[in-house]
């Protein structure tokens, strides 16, 4: 596609459910990567794949998120027994190449998280 | 710790004059900055990058200045739009594709 595509656009769900937040990255992007945006901060990353291996899954907060990406394309974020401050936007990016070779980051609208 | 900070969280500006907006970083190890737009329900958008090895990039209305002995850039916006009223959010990364973000500068342009 043109851009990252990212899906669904809003989620609300109940406390102490499963959610899974889909990410399509621009065609021949190599390298993605997973943020998130609390209310007020900034962008705080999350996890970075090149190709289907995750090299760095260091800003994953807790082992209640996971992700996952098939084939070098889509990638999937899964957050089990949600929380409340798990709320958020998370956003999704992807880059030509890996290392990034000082390429940009592009970056979908984003799933707009609310757990109550 | 915040290793990369925008300690202004707002800005307004006449239209036609110049936006500068700021960013302070404490890692040294940080080669590559980037400055993005965003605007409500979207994602951000990539403005203007500038890498360690040089102090300034410009690109049409949008100039980057990089002071690496202070460790802080700048974004410079001339003549200022209407239309660039958005938050922007200054990122930095070190020789990995791991970007660390600002907490983000909201700039009003009024007319």
């Known amino acids: 596609g043109a851009g990252v595509s990212q899906s669904p656009s809003n989620k609300v769900t109940e406390k102490g459910k499963d959610v899974e937040l889909r990410c399509d990255p621009i065609?021949?992007?190599?390298?993605l990567y997973w943020y998130r945006q609390s209310l007020g901060q900034g962008l705080e990353f999350l996890i970075y794949?090149?190709?289907?291996?995750?090299?760095?899954k260091s800003g994953l907060p807790s082992d209640r998120f996971s992700a996952e990406r098939t084939g070098g394309s889509v990638s999937t974020l899964t957050i089990q027994r949600t929380q409340q401050e798990d709320s958020a936007v998370y956003l999704c990016?992807?880059?030509?190449?890996?290392?990034?070779?000082?390429?940009?980051?592009?970056f979908g609208d984003g799933t707009r998280l609310s757990i109550l | 710790d915040q290793q990369v900070k925008q300690n202004s969280p707002s800005l307004s500006v006449q239209e036609g004059r110049i936006s500068i907006l700021n960013c302070d970083y404490t890692?040294?190890?940080?080669?590559?900055f980037l400055w993005y737009k965003k605007y409500p329900a979207e994602g951000p958008t990539f403005l203007i990058s500038?890498?360690?090895?040089?102090d300034k990039n410009e690109d049409g209305r949008f100039t980057v200045f990089l002071n690496k002995s202070a460790k802080h850039l700048s974004l410079h916006i001339v003549p200022s739009q209407p239309g660039d009223s958005a938050v922007y959010f200054c990122?930095?990364?070190?020789?990995?594709?791991?970007?660390?973000f600002g907490t983000g500068t909201r700039l009003q342009v009024f007319p």
């Open positions: 500038i890498s360690s090895i040089k």
């Open positions: 065609s021949g992007h190599t390298a």
């Open positions: 990122a930095a990364s070190a020789d990995t594709d791991k970007l660390i």
């Open positions: 794949f090149q190709g289907n291996s995750a090299p760095d």
């Open positions: 890692n040294s190890m940080f080669d590559y």
């Open positions: 990016a992807s880059s030509p190449h890996a290392p990034a070779l000082n390429q940009p980051q592009h």
